[in-house]
């Protein structure tokens, strides 16, 4: 087989040859974008005109992006941030947060927020994770009611510093109501953060209409190189630097300035806020034929996420009967790239956590592959994906134990 | 194509299962059957043997399970047919692994369901034909050298309800020597919990 079908965009996407050639050119320019001379000033002009693009992709002002290692570093500056706040000194921090010592996110976001908020309750953070509905949206009366404890007990602990929910997800798709968490969270006097890493570049994601404190990005999604993120930190909002050293980002991010890779950045940024409107109408169709296909082709199915709240590119479809892992390495032998919730593709004995959250239970999780397409996808690759898929169900349905009926 | 995950034995077995019982059971009479694991941790096993003079003579099975699993599976069925009940009785994970060309290390819980499942459905064999039974024959490994706790031991404390290492130590006296032994004890409940577990 010489041609393969990627259909795994949300992992990382391929780089756009135009985002390649701006990447290679910048290798050139060595020059330390900090130097005072004019290779260094050339090297920071070029910085400058990539913090531009990636704050326009977000509709932010250049000086509020900070230029990260990626999405995980970003996401753990902020919850970093947090400690700080609750040990300041500061009297204007005191006056807004001081006490504060609660944090609200959800069940399902990617395990670097996870594993902060984590880190967080074990510092002494009260830390609640919102539970989500079988489409995976948040629980808003339980948010609300979690906003508002603090209130009523009179228990400034309880009040909430920060919320951080993510805005798409990376497994199911499912858009969350950024602009609505953010308002109560702001009513209730506590700092709003949202993972935007996938949804960025996908749907309009806007930090003034949805009123967020701090948002996460990734370049690697968006067919740029890995290894290079950002951080929307709104004008005044409080930020510690996660690593201290040179005066790059104001002080707040240290290190040489990784040149090429947040130039390639800036035209990766550039080029999704120009397609933005290309991208929904190239992907939600392709998606939308490969969802109706499978529907008609392969009985007892249940596709994952939100029927309407949903990213373009993303289909999540559990296959009771047939197990995660066997059909991502049956469709890997036939040229396909996706991903699957199972335990046994994770390394652990748990399927995928997200999955879990949204009660479909654990025959569900680990029978679910995640097709996740993207500006290189084409009509072949469905065809393809809907004549190969249904006969690999089958296949394997074939050898199991378990009846496909009995779970759906 | 690039270099795959497993060798290319748990590769072929994969794609091309041998044995695999084709339609529902009663299509395919038996004279003994097993089945374990369960659905929830992922992964299951059922076997079916027909006897002939003390011999397996042919098998049929269903795994619902990863590629390892499904693998496993089919090599062990073409390894124990024309195989003695007691030898059969003995076969080990390591066995099958062996014969698998090995798996990656975090692969190999994958694999230990098909002995169990073949030594359930030989106990229904030689219970259904009042056959003295082969129990306490089966390999064991000694976990806790200090105490002399086998995995045998371990099995029957979970299935009488022991979940965690301190549940074990109050029942078995495990690990309260040296406690060398906790890591591979911890291994093992992950697998009970894989074969028995809710």
């Avoid at chain 1, 009297?91 to 996870?114: D, F, N, Q």
């Avoid at chain 1, 798409?168 to 602009?179: C, H, M, S, V, Y």
């Avoid at chain 1, 025959?363 to 994906?385: K, N, P, W």
């Avoid at chain 2, 692969?107 to 106990?123: E, F, M, Y």
Wanted: glycine share 10%.
């Amino acid at each position: 087989m010489s041609k393969r079908i990627y259909m795994d965009y949300n992992a990382t996407t391929p780089i756009d040859p135009r985002v390649r050639e701006v990447l290679i050119r910048e290798l050139d320019s060595y020059a330390n974008g900090s130097s005072m001379h004019e290779d260094g000033r050339r090297v920071a002009k070029d910085i400058f005109a990539a913090r531009e693009h990636v704050a326009a992709l977000v509709n932010a002002n250049p000086g509020e992006i900070l230029f990260t290692s990626g999405g995980s570093e970003s996401n753990n500056m902020v919850f970093n941030t947090m400690t700080s706040i609750a040990l300041t000194r500061t009297s204007h921090l005191k006056a807004l947060y001081g006490g504060r010592k609660t944090i609200i996110t959800s069940a399902i976001e990617h395990p670097c927020v996870m594993e902060s908020a984590k880190r967080l309750e074990s510092l002494g953070f009260g830390v609640h994770y919102l539970p989500v509905d079988g489409n995976g949206i948040v629980d808003m009366d339980r948010y609300r009611e979690l906003l508002g404890r603090g209130d009523l007990s009179g228990n400034v602990a309880e009040k909430p510093l920060l919320v951080s929910v993510m805005m798409a997800n990376n497994e199911i798709g499912t858009i969350q109501d950024i602009a609505l968490l953010a308002r109560l969270a702001h009513e209730a006097g506590a700092l709003f953060h949202t993972d935007a890493v996938q949804a960025v570049g996908k749907i309009p994601v806007d930090v003034a209409s949805l009123g967020v404190d701090y948002l996460t990005m990734s370049c690697h999604k968006i067919y740029g190189p890995k290894g290079v993120g950002a951080l929307y930190v709104k004008k005044g909002t409080p930020v510690e630097p996660f690593i201290r050293g040179g005066h790059q980002e104001g002080g707040l991010r240290a290190g040489t300035y990784n040149s090429p890779s947040i130039v390639a950045f800036g035209e990766a940024a550039r080029l999704a806020n120009a397609g933005l409107a290309a991208y929904e109408s190239h992907t939600r169709p392709l998606r939308n034929r490969l969802r109706d296909g499978f529907i008609a082709s392969i009985p007892d199915i249940r596709i994952n996420g939100h029927p309407e709240q949903v990213l373009p590119n993303t289909l999540d479809v559990s296959f009771p009967g047939a197990e995660g892992e066997a059909i991502l390495l049956m469709l890997d032998i036939l040229g396909v790239s996706v991903s699957t919730g199972s335990a046994c593709a994770s390394g652990s004995l748990e399927p995928s956590h997200v999955l879990m959250a949204t009660g479909v239970g654990p025959e569900l999780a680990h029978g679910s592959i995640r097709f996740s397409m993207g500006q290189y996808s084409t009509d072949e690759d469905v065809d393809y994906l809907l004549k190969e898929v249904p006969q690999v169900i089958k296949k394997l349905r074939g050898f199991s134990t378990v009846s496909s009926k009995e779970h759906v | 194509m690039s270099e795959w995950l497993y060798s290319d034995v748990v590769k072929d077995h994969f794609m091309n299962p041998r044995n695999v019982l084709e339609d529902d059971e009663a299509t395919w009479p038996s004279d003994g059957r097993g089945i374990v694991g369960n659905i929830k941790c992922g992964d299951q096993m059922l076997i079916l043997i027909r006897v002939a003079d003390g011999k397996i003579a042919d098998v049929r099975w269903k795994t619902y399970g990863c590629a390892s699993a499904l693998a496993s599976t089919s090599i062990l069925s073409e390894a124990i047919k024309g195989m003695r009940l007691e030898d059969a009785y003995i076969l080990k994970p390591e066995d099958i692994v062996a014969k698998l060309g090995g798996l990656p290390a975090n692969k190999i819980h994958c694999s230990v369901l098909g002995d169990k499942a073949l030594r359930a459905a030989i106990d229904d064999y030689l219970s259904r034909n009042g056959l003295p039974s082969l129990k306490g024959l089966e390999n064991v490994e000694i976990i806790c050298n200090c105490l002399n706790v086998t995995d045998r031991d371990i099995e029957e404390a979970y299935k009488a309800g022991d979940r965690s290492w301190e549940d074990l130590q109050a029942r078995t006296k495990i690990g309260t020597a040296c406690g060398g032994c906790k890591e591979r004890t911890l291994e093992l409940l992950h697998q009970l919990e894989h074969l028995y577990g809710e």
